[in-house]
């Protein structure tokens, strides 16, 4: 079975800190996706990062960093230098089995508060 | 490129009273359509989705219903809504490639009085 766990329900930090989200996964497939959604206070979920389970590179995007650990299922987000609009639910997914319309496997989401 | 449309935004309603979602997709076509809610400060809970024009699977029994009457569009129903049905409900669309993510719309806020 499929399952994505966010253990960090809530963090908050000071701006400029730097802060990593969890995200630990479960499935059977032996390929499969990683995704990473933002929900600001104003609700629509924003596509962030795909990552394949073939490639565990590190991948870095301006303040952003992942870090997908296929030994330990972990696929971690970091915000370097945080700021105020990072605010917002953080939410991984995994992909469904292949075939499966069902699709994506979320997790419960991380609530980040950055105070200014 | 592709644009997903829900309306309304917000919307309050008494128990009891019928219920209409909609959520439109452009710039694509024959893409997966999904109905997500989410209750106050909890995660994605998946309601139903659809692969097809007529096509729709349901994830939770409950008073809700969806329906796909043309190839972009999708919407969400209840005959008599119940207090447990406030909250805040997405739609959202993928290629169905299970590689691809799904995009969302900006939701609507649904309050039961």
């Known amino acids: 079975a499929q399952k994505v766990t966010q253990a960090q329900t809530e963090i908050s930090v000071v701006e400029k800190e730097d802060v990593t989200l969890d995200c630990v996964y479960e499935t059977r497939d032996t390929t499969y996706y990683l995704f990473w959604y933002k929900q600001p206070p104003s609700g629509e979920l924003v596509f962030l990062i795909r990552?394949?389970?073939?490639?565990?590179q590190n991948e870095i995007s301006g303040r952003y960093s992942w870090n997908f650990q296929k030994s330990t299922s972990s696929f971690n987000f970091t915000i370097t230098a945080s700021q105020v609009v990072d605010s917002a639910v953080y939410f991984c997914a995994l992909s469904g089995p292949k075939g499966s319309a069902r699709q994506l496997t979320f997790g419960s989401g991380t609530q980040l508060t950055v105070l200014p | 490129s592709q644009t997903i449309h829900q309306w309304p935004a917000t919307l309050v309603q008494p128990v009891g009273s019928p219920l209409s979602l909609e959520c439109t997709v452009e710039g694509t076509s024959n893409p997966n359509l999904y109905w997500y809610r989410q209750a106050a400060g909890r995660g994605l809970q998946l309601l139903f989705y659809s692969v097809g024009i007529g096509q729709i699977s349901s994830e939770v029994p409950q008073n809700l219903s969806a329906s796909r009457p043309q190839d972009r569009q999708f919407i969400l129903s209840s005959k008599k809504l119940l207090l447990s049905d406030s909250g805040f409900y997405l739609c959202?669309?993928?290629?169905?490639?299970?590689?691809?993510?799904?995009?969302f719309g900006d939701g609507t806020r649904l309050s039961i009085l």
């Open positions: 959202a669309w993928s290629t169905g490639a299970f590689n691809q993510p799904q995009h």
């Open positions: 990552r394949n389970s073939f490639d565990e």
